[in-house]
């Protein structure tokens, strides 16, 4: 099957936005297994920042994760943080990225996020096995990291500029949001009184 995205292919941020815009499942018609042999730490992560700022333009939080099979360096999960779309409370970018991966062996991936994960993303992230997270933006946000390193999971900081940017834009203009995404509904109400 010829695939749009080959070993010949030049990355560029529109290929990077295809990727991360196409279902998961679909992936395999978009690009090659050689193709993905060249996607890098900061391709996954730009991935994962694409899928912030499609999460941002919906209206939601701007979090997005990618998950990637270390061997084959195929992506086989992705999400965005839906909380505020799906009126879900535990959607976010990392539980949508393991719910698309589906019930397979997480040892064996890297998750790469968007933003420092929260404590019910950092639980879930050891609790499933993850091999390795990296993090893209420690500046608005941090804490877990030293819990999932205690907890044997590798974790690297590759802070994203444009990740940065966005998510500072976002707590600026709704810290509601930004609140009720991190301590639910009850904390933004604890906040306000």
Known sequence: MKTLFDKHSSKSEAML????????????????????????????MRVAVLLAQKSYNEGGCPIGAVIVDDSSQQIVGKGHNTL?????????????????????DFSKTTLFTSLS?????????????????VVGDITNANGNEALLVKKGVQVDILEDA????????????????????????????????
């Open 17 to 44: 936005t295809a990727i991360a815009h196409m279902p998961t499942k679909s992936l395999p018609v978009l690009m090659d297994s050689d193709f993905q042999q060249t996607l890098t730490d900061v391709d996954y």
């Open 117 to 133: 994960p929260c404590d019910v993303c950092a639980t879930l992230l050891y609790m499933r096995g993850f091999n390795r997270v």
């Open 84 to 104: 505020v779309q799906e009126s879900h409370p535990y959607n976010h970018g990392e539980t949508s990225a393991i719910r698309d991966a589906g019930r397979i």
């Open 162 to 193: 444009q990740g940065i940017a966005l998510y500072a834009k976002f707590r600026k203009e709704k810290p509601a949001q930004d609140l009720e995404d991190w301590q639910g509904l009850s904390g933004l109400n604890n906040a306000e009184q």
